[in-house]
C-alpha cells in the first residue's frame, strides 16, 4: 500500500522513547527554562535588576516576544530591519544610554553577529539579547550579552529552553516554578504519534499554547522534557536537517520558487521562507494535500505601520525542511505548492 504522505505541524512522541523515565534524576549541568518567552522573561528580569526598562525589538516580530517583554515590566519601542533583516546601526541615535537591544536570527539565516559587534563598539552602554529560537546551532556562539533559544520547535519534546549567557550567569533560575503547558502538549504529542484524528490532537496542542499565552512568570521547563533533551542524538539530526535543506534548494531552483535567503551551507535552519504573491491562497490549497506550513507572522496592531512586517506578513511561506522528512517528502511538498502557485 502506498504510504499516505502528510507534513508539517507539530512534532509527534513514540511513547517508547519514555521507558526507564520514572527512574530519571535530572543532570543539574543543564537549567532548562519552559519556552523561549519564559526564557526570555529571565534575562529581562535579571537584566531589570541593574536598573534597565527599555527595549528595542524588531517590529518583524512574533507577538509572544513583545507580551513577554511587556510582562517583564519594559517598554517596548520598535525598530525597522535593514534590507538584510539586521538591525540598522543608524538607529543607535534612538536609544537612550543603558537601554537594551533585541536582535533576531530569522530562521536561522540571519547571523546578527558581526551587527552586534558593531553595535558593541559604538555603544558598549547596550546590553544585547539575541533571538536564536528559530536557530538552536548558533544560540551559543552569539556575541551578544544573552541569547536564547526554544527547544520544541527544532525537536520532539514538549518544553524547554536553553540560555545562553556571556558574562553573567542568570541568577533567578534556581526559584523558577516548572511549566503547565507541558502537559496537553506531550497528550498531542503522543496522540498524533498513534494516528489519531487530526481533531482530536490538534485540540491539546491548541489548549497548551493557550496556557504557554497566559503565563506571566518565567518557568522552567518539565522534568520529562529534561529527560528526552537529554537522549537527543543533536549531530544526527544536524546531518538530517542539513541534507533535506540543501535538498529543498536544489529542486526548489527547478521549480522556480522564490526563496527568502540564498543557500549558504554553514546555516540549519528551522524552516525555508519562500515568497508568494499568492500566499494564502496557496496555504489553503495544499492543505488538501495534507500538507500544513507556517507562516512567520502575520501583521499585528504593534507593526502596522512596518514595511517589513507587511511585506513578510502577507508574503512569506515556511517549507518545513526538518528530521522527520524524507526526500520523497521534501520533493512532494514543493512540488505540489509549484502546480498551486
Ligand atoms: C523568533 C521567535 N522568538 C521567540 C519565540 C517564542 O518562543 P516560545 O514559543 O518557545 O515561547 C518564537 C516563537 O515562535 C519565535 O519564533
Given at each position: 500500500?502506498?504510504?499516505?504522505?502528510?507534513?508539517?505541524g507539530?512534532f509527534?512522541?513514540?511513547?517508547?522513547?519514555?521507558?526507564?523515565?520514572?527512574?530519571?534524576t535530572?543532570?543539574?549541568?543543564?537549567?532548562?527554562?519552559?519556552?523561549?518567552?519564559?526564557?526570555?522573561m529571565?534575562?529581562?528580569?535579571?537584566?531589570?535588576?541593574?536598573?534597565?526598562?527599555?527595549?528595542h525589538?524588531?517590529?518583524?516580530?512574533?507577538p509572544?516576544?513583545?507580551?513577554?517583554?511587556?510582562k517583564a515590566?519594559?517598554?517596548?519601542?520598535f525598530?525597522?530591519?535593514?534590507?538584510?533583516?539586521?538591525?540598522p546601526?543608524?538607529y543607535?541615535?534612538?536609544?537612550?544610554?543603558?537601554?537594551?537591544?533585541?536582535?533576531?536570527?530569522?530562521?536561522?539565516f540571519?547571523?546578527?553577529?558581526?551587527?552586534?559587534?558593531?553595535?558593541r563598539?559604538?555603544?558598549?552602554?547596550?546590553?544585547?539579547i539575541s533571538?536564536?529560537?528559530?536557530?538552536?546551532?548558533?544560540?551559543?556562539?552569539?556575541e551578544a550579552?544573552?541569547?536564547?533559544?526554544?527547544?520544541?520547535?527544532?525537536?520532539p519534546?514538549?518544553d524547554?529552553?536553553?540560555?545562553?549567557?556571556?558574562?553573567?550567569?542568570?541568577?533567578?533560575?534556581?526559584s523558577?516554578?516548572?511549566?503547565?503547558f507541558?502537559?496537553?502538549?506531550?497528550?498531542?504529542s503522543?496522540?498524533?504519534n498513534?494516528?489519531?484524528?487530526?481533531?482530536?490532537?490538534l485540540?491539546?496542542f491548541?489548549?497548551?499554547?493557550?496556557?504557554?499565552d497566559?503565563?506571566?512568570e518565567?518557568?522552567?521547563?518539565?522534568?520529562?522534557?529534561h529527560?528526552?533533551?537529554e537522549?537527543?542524538?543533536?549531530?544526527?539530526?544536524?546531518?538530517?536537517?542539513?541534507?533535506?535543506y540543501?535538498?529543498?534548494?536544489?529542486?526548489?531552483?527547478?521549480?522556480?520558487?522564490?526563496?527568502m535567503f540564498?543557500?549558504?551551507d554553514?546555516?540549519?535552519?528551522?524552516?525555508?521562507?519562500?515568497?508568494l504573491n499568492?500566499?494564502?491562497?496557496?496555504?489553503?490549497?495544499?492543505?488538501n494535500?495534507?500538507?500544513?506550513?507556517?507562516?512567520?507572522?502575520?501583521?499585528?496592531?504593534?507593526?502596522?505601520c512596518s514595511?517589513?512586517?507587511?511585506r513578510?506578513?502577507?508574503?512569506?511561506?515556511?517549507?518545513?525542511?526538518?528530521?522527520?522528512?524524507s526526500k520523497?517528502?521534501?520533493?512532494y511538498?514543493?512540488?505540489?505548492?509549484?502546480?498551486?502557485?
Amino acid at each position: 500500500m502506498k504510504k499516505i504522505i502528510k507534513i508539517g505541524g507539530e512534532f509527534d512522541i513514540n511513547p517508547n522513547i519514555l521507558e526507564g523515565y520514572p527512574d530519571y534524576t535530572p543532570n543539574n549541568n543543564t537549567y532548562l527554562y519552559s519556552s523561549g518567552r519564559s526564557a526570555l522573561m529571565a534575562i529581562l528580569k535579571q537584566v531589570s535588576t541593574y536598573g534597565k526598562s527599555i527595549i528595542h525589538i524588531p517590529y518583524y516580530i512574533c507577538p509572544s516576544v513583545v507580551f513577554a517583554c511587556e510582562k517583564a515590566g519594559f517598554d517596548v519601542k520598535f525598530y525597522e530591519l535593514d534590507k538584510n533583516y539586521l538591525f540598522p546601526l543608524e538607529y543607535l541615535t534612538n536609544i537612550r544610554i543603558n537601554d537594551v537591544v533585541l536582535t533576531v536570527n530569522y530562521f536561522g539565516f540571519v547571523d546578527d553577529n558581526p551587527t552586534i559587534l558593531e553595535i558593541r563598539n559604538l555603544r558598549p552602554d547596550i546590553t544585547i539579547i539575541s533571538d536564536q529560537v528559530q536557530s538552536f546551532w548558533t544560540y551559543d556562539k552569539t556575541e551578544a550579552d544573552f541569547s536564547f533559544t526554544s527547544l520544541r520547535k527544532h525537536f520532539p519534546i514538549p518544553d524547554g529552553a536553553l540560555i545562553y549567557s556571556k558574562n553573567q550567569p542568570i541568577e533567578l533560575k534556581f526559584s523558577l516554578k516548572e511549566s503547565f503547558f507541558y502537559k496537553n502538549k506531550l497528550i498531542g504529542s503522543l496522540l498524533k504519534n498513534q494516528s489519531l484524528p487530526d481533531n482530536i490532537y490538534l485540540k491539546f496542542f491548541e489548549d497548551a499554547e493557550l496556557e504557554l499565552d497566559i503565563e506571566k512568570e518565567p518557568l522552567k521547563a518539565s522534568k520529562l522534557s529534561h529527560f528526552l533533551y537529554e537522549k537527543i542524538d543533536f549531530e544526527k539530526i544536524r546531518t538530517k536537517r542539513n541534507e533535506n535543506y540543501k535538498y529543498t534548494y536544489e529542486i526548489g531552483l527547478q521549480f522556480g520558487l522564490n526563496f527568502m535567503f540564498s543557500y549558504n551551507d554553514s546555516v540549519t535552519p528551522l524552516n525555508v521562507p519562500i515568497l508568494l504573491n499568492n500566499r494564502d491562497h496557496v496555504r489553503k490549497k495544499i492543505m488538501n494535500n495534507n500538507i500544513f506550513l507556517p507562516i512567520h507572522w502575520t501583521q499585528s496592531n504593534y507593526n502596522i505601520c512596518s514595511d517589513t512586517a507587511k511585506r513578510i506578513g502577507i508574503n512569506e511561506l515556511s517549507l518545513v525542511i526538518d528530521q522527520r522528512y524524507s526526500k520523497e517528502e521534501i520533493y512532494y511538498q514543493i512540488e505540489i505548492i509549484s502546480k498551486m502557485i
